[in-house]
């Protein structure tokens, strides 16, 4: 009866490891300024499933190079056109939809007296804002720059003194008063609880976020599982005021 029990102990341990080893790692690089709810989703997805996802943070720039780089990558969270392109021009994507539009901001440290866009070019203002050669907000800030007239552009440029390689960065800088203002999105100032203002529309430019699926995952059925997965799961983007495109 003993050696009965052993025997199917040890049959249950082997389906058990060969079930395990059939489980796959999924890479989900993503832009760190929706870092927060698509953590969220991957953990609701990692719950429900055998096939487990790692978010990869970072600069929507600088994910995309690990992604090349490294050859690794099932899902792409990209905020940027740009990019975005630069993806499918080295035919790493796979298919894509968009699905939040996002509008850039700046963020405020505590008790600052900046009240308005043009406060921003007072003398003495610490401003951080993006690598454009590394992220989204980098090339909005070049967006700026070029809308700026030229007297306010460079006030404006003479007080930007960081530019960061990501958001993660910037909300830090600006977490710990290391400068006055940063470049941001508002759905991020509101999940932070971080008082912003807002950029006049003829100096600012939407971002437009896709998720794409990549080319290098092999395990097809779970990428496709996680990005239907993503896509169902949306609403939880908007719950932090991100707004939904996507139909």
Not at 8 to 14: G, V
Not at 44 to 67: C, E, R, S, W
Not at 162 to 188: E, H, M, R
Not at 200 to 226: D, M, R, S, T, W
């Amino acid at each position: 009866m003993i050696v009965k029990r052993y025997s199917i102990l040890i049959i249950f341990c082997m389906v058990f490891a060969a079930f395990s080893a059939s489980a796959s790692q999924l890479f989900w690089f993503v832009s760190a300024a929706i870092e927060k709810p698509s953590k969220e989703i991957a953990n609701m997805f990692n719950v429900a499933h055998d096939d487990k996802v790692i978010v990869i943070p970072g600069g929507t720039g600088q994910v995309l190079q690990k992604m090349i780089l490294s050859k690794k990558g099932d899902i792409y969270g990209c905020i940027d056109e740009k990019f975005f392109k630069m993806a499918q021009t080295k035919g790493i994507i796979k298919k894509y939809v968009k699905f939040i539009k996002l509008t850039p901001a700046f963020g405020l440290a505590s008790g600052v007296g900046i009240k308005s866009f043009d406060d921003l070019m007072k003398p003495g203002v610490v401003i951080a804002a993006g690598n454009p050669k590394t992220m989204a907000l980098g090339k909005t800030y070049m967006h700026i720059l070029n809308r700026l007239p030229k007297d306010k552009r460079e006030k404006f440029e003479k007080n930007v003194k960081i530019q960061a390689v990501n958001i993660s960065q910037i909300i830090n800088y600006i977490n710990t008063n290391s400068v006055d203002a940063g470049l941001i999105f508002d759905a991020v100032a509101k999940y932070n609880d971080m008082k912003y203002i807002e950029i006049p529309k003829q100096y600012n430019q939407i971002k437009i976020g896709y998720l794409a699926e990549i080319v290098f995952g092999k395990n097809l059925k779970a990428k496709n599982e996680l990005f239907d997965f993503i896509v169902k799961h949306f609403n939880i983007y908007k719950q932090v005021g991100f707004e939904i495109i996507y139909k």
